[in-house]
């Protein structure tokens, strides 16, 4: 690649397993057409200029690459061989610093950093050759950054233009118990398909995570508004007219005020705290009701909207009998409470899910880091209609 700014390639953004279809809504959304939709990412062809907008705009991507090259490798020699043919000097400057993320699965690979510091080998002894100087790298992911995917002997060797990943979106300075990380909030947001002009609530709401995302979501600001740091500006010929340009663009399309009512509530104070620094972080406290209290006595809005609740789950936090009451009480407080919401809980945790005493009308995958997780949807009719409360059938 002879400039990564004057060229047009294949761009994969990669995201968890699970979130792929709430990513290809996203980028469909931005107007790009997608190529291919696989388990862990997104791929279509663009620039690099299409990197910069990906990255400031999408809120459930992981990281978005651009495609350098593919080649064979049988083991790591052939790797080393490869990577170093590869015109660096193009794409990292000099006196630059740069970091290198691998995946390999390939029979001859043990031990899983390895591909990862053969890579780092060959790009420094390429720089070394030419300049006669090694290049700064390390493990933070501050400057460049190159990533490498080995699937058996087939190598994709990338750009990674975002370096620290872009599922978090920078306004979490104050976490609470157990956070979902904001990616996967605004994936589950967008899997309850609310509609972001009738009441959002988000009872539990712990840092304040979905709260926050929801707000986001309806006053239009674009998680890249929060975040300064990307690997894309560290590359070779990378000027940063398009990026305060799109940044402009994107901060004037922000809503100071937004129909619907956000409420976020939690028992703990300390929790509400943290969600009031943290929404105050993301620009969006003046969008959201926090109420310091039991999630049965939530004030709910009476024009139906969406409730998500994610209540502790026992693999982490929580006692197990008294978290039984607590999802008994859940769908009690959605049968009294939430007449005409669509009710939401995200649990990894299918046996306390049985004791919300509701049957799902759905029941959407998701990954909690490694925890196989339910975003549950219990649609809660207004009383006009049949109520379809049943046995317990989760
Ligand atoms: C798993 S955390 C929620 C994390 C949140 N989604 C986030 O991203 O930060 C569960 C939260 O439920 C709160 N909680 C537990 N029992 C509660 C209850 N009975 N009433 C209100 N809040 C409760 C805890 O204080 C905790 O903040």
């Known amino acids: 690649m002879s400039d990564p700014f004057n060229s047009t390639s294949e761009i994969f953004v990669a995201c968890p397993i699970r979130i792929a279809p709430y990513l290809y809504k996203e980028i469909i959304n931005l107007g790009y057409t997608v190529e291919e939709e696989t388990p862990t ?11 910069i907008r990906l990255n400031l705009s999408l809120r459930t991507a992981y990281r978005v690459l651009f495609f350098v090259k593919k080649f064979y490798a049988r083991n790591a020699n052939d790797l080393y061989k490869e990577i170093r043919k590869i015109e660096w000097e193009n794409i990292i400057p000099n006196d630059g610093y740069f970091t290198v993320q691998s995946f390999a699965n390939n029979e001859t690979i043990n031990d899983s950093r390895f591909p990862a510091l053969r890579t780092k080998d060959a790009i420094a002894d390429r720089f070394v050759e030419i300049y006669r100087k090694r290049p700064n790298s390390g493990a933070e992911k501050s400057g460049a950054a190159v990533y490498i995917h ?3 002997e087939q190598v994709n060797v990338y750009i990674d233009t975002s370096g620290a990943t872009i599922s978090k ?10 956070p979902m990380i904001e ?9 309850s398909e609310w509609n972001m002009l009738t009441p959002f609530v988000n009872p539990m709401c712990g840092s304040g995570t979905l709260a926050i995302e929801a707000a986001m979501m309806a006053a239009n600001i674009a998680p890249g508004l929060i975040r300064d740091n990307y690997a894309f500006m560290h590359l070779v010929g990378y000027e940063d007219s398009f ?3 799109e940044r402009l663009a994107l901060k004037k399309l922000v809503k100071t005020t937004i129909p619907s009512k956000i409420i976020a509530s939690d028992h703990n104070g300390m929790a509400i705290d943290a969600a009031k620094h943290n929404a105050s972080e993301a620009g969006v406290a003046h969008l959201i009701e926090f109420q310091e209290c039991d999630f049965r ?3 709910i ?20 009998t008294e978290l039984e009451n607590t999802y008994k009480s859940m769908g009690d407080f959605f049968k009294q409470n939430c007449k005409g919401y669509h009710c939401f809980v995200f649990t990894g945790n299918p046996e306390l899910a049985k004791k919300i005493g509701l049957k799902a009308s759905r029941k959407i995958e ?5 925890i196989d997780c339910r975003l549950l949807k219990f649609e809660m009719y207004d009383g006009t209609k049949r109520e379809r409360f049943k046995e317990p059938t989760v």
Request: aromatic residues 10%; charged residues 20%.
């Open 301 to 320: 809005e009476e024009n139906a909207g969406v409730v998500i609740i994610n209540p502790e789950y026992g693999a982490r936090l929580g006692d197990q």
């Open 297 to 299: 006595t939530t004030k």
């Open 41 to 51: 990412g997104i791929k279509l062809i663009g620039t690099m200029q299409d990197c």
């Open 366 to 370: 998701f990954y909690n880091s490694t």
């Open 169 to 178: 979106h920078g306004y979490r300075k104050m976490p609470f118990k157990a």
């Open 243 to 245: 990026f305060i340009k």
């Open 150 to 152: 080995w699937e058996e």
């Open 183 to 191: 990616g996967l909030a605004a994936a589950t947001i967008l899997a």
